[in-house]
Nanobody, 115 residues
Framework: QVQLVESGGGLGQAGGSLRLSCAAS????????MDWYRQAPGKQRELVAT???????NYAESVKGRFTISRDNAKNTVYLQMNSLKPEDTAVYYC?????????WGQGTQVTVSS
């Protein structure tokens, strides 16, 4: 099992930046993949970015070139750097860990972007 705790959400302005953190309860190098998802009101949860154990990354088209997923192995923490924010980035952001065929989720952190 792994517990995840997100932080760093809040209010941002269009064109600005925010950084989200996801702290894991075990070594993230033991985790197959770490993802960031988001869910806006009335919409389905969508995959934003993935960081695989080997270091490869994937991004949703809507955030490519603006968001960056990264990790600090020593802190067992994954980050989502969000630049050039847009109002449509407003959502609850969730961290997910894939391990042993199971998915583990954090509690989510709210990001609100004002125009």
């Amino acid at each position: 099992q792994v517990q995840l705790v997100e932080s760093g959400g809040g209010l941002g302005q269009a064109g600005g930046s925010l950084r989200l953190s996801c702290a894991a309860s075990k070594s993230i190098l033991s985790i197959t993949a770490m993802d960031w998802y988001r869910q806006a009101p009335g919409k389905q949860r969508e995959l934003v970015a993935t960081l695989f154990r080997g270091g490869n990354t994937n991004y949703a088209e809507s955030v490519k070139g603006r968001f960056t997923i990264s990790r600090d192995n020593a802190k067992n923490t994954v980050y989502l750097q969000m630049n050039s924010l847009k109002p449509e980035d407003t959502a609850v952001y969730y961290c997910r860990a894939s391990l042993g065929g199971y998915s583990y989720w954090g509690q989510g952190t709210q990001v609100t972007v004002s125009s």
